[in-house]
């Protein structure tokens, strides 16, 4: 049985009291929730963006961020006024430019998040490589970013699978169709931290959902 097992609920809202309507029905069953935040170019559409006002969340320490935007520069300050457990970008955002170790070095130095990187399905792995120093776990997408509700990617067990041979030190979060018949995959392939929406929200009570997600994750 692995302890290191973590489901993290995931909210995608477009406003401020939906966010925290769906808080709420966590706060107290999770130890960080991930908010996601979208620009509607990068991916999917444009989520709740006021992001400096999630820090009026009870408990707002356990704000995870996963920011899915065209220029992640543009967001450090608002994301250095919320000081998240959490942060994570996408390495796509990044390509092309010379902005990711600004914003990871930024962030990390002005607030006391753990930092993330997020890489999508069809992006080859070995883009991670330089900039695996830069954080302390990699979030595999299992579908493109922005909507909830996408069929898996079929070809992303082996991928995070070939990762974690490559490089066991890492800490592995999923995020895309968490749910009881995919988590076991995840976490046999090395996933300890389970990003979750759907599965969590969608039906049933949100606090026993993630329990029973976490058992399955710790039974694989």
């Not at 995840?186 to 599965?199: D, Q, R, V």
Request: some cysteine; proline content about 5%.
């Amino acid at each position: 049985m692995n302890d290191n097992i973590e489901i993290v609920p995931a909210i995608l809202k477009t406003t401020y009291e939906k966010i925290e309507e769906d808080w709420n029905k966590v706060v107290g069953a999770a130890e960080h929730i991930q908010i996601d935040i979208t620009d509607g170019i990068f991916a999917g559409n444009e989520s709740f963006m006021d992001i400096p006002r999630l820090a009026d969340l009870p408990q707002s320490q356990k704000i995870e961020l996963h920011i899915m935007v065209q220029t992640p520069a543009d967001y450090v300050e608002d994301i250095i006024d919320v000081n998240p457990s959490r942060c994570v970008f996408h390495i796509e955002a990044f390509l092309g430019t010379m902005d990711l170790p600004f914003v990871y070095n930024t962030v990390g130095e002005y607030t006391s998040a753990e930092m993330g990187v997020a890489i999508n399905p069809d992006t080859d792995i070995s883009r991670l490589t330089e900039y695996l120093p830069l954080v302390q776990y990699v979030l595999f997408m299992g579908y493109k970013p922005g909507f909830a509700g996408q069929d898996i990617d079929p070809e992303i067990f082996k991928k995070i699978a070939d990762f974690h041979t490559k490089n066991p030190a890492v800490k592995i979060a999923v995020d895309g169709h968490v749910d009881k018949e995919t988590i076991s995959q995840y976490a046999e392939a090395g996933a300890t931290i389970f990003c979750a929406n759907s599965s969590i929200f969608k039906k049933g009570d949100p606090a026993e959902n993630i329990k029973q997600l976490e058992l399955l994750a710790q039974s694989a």
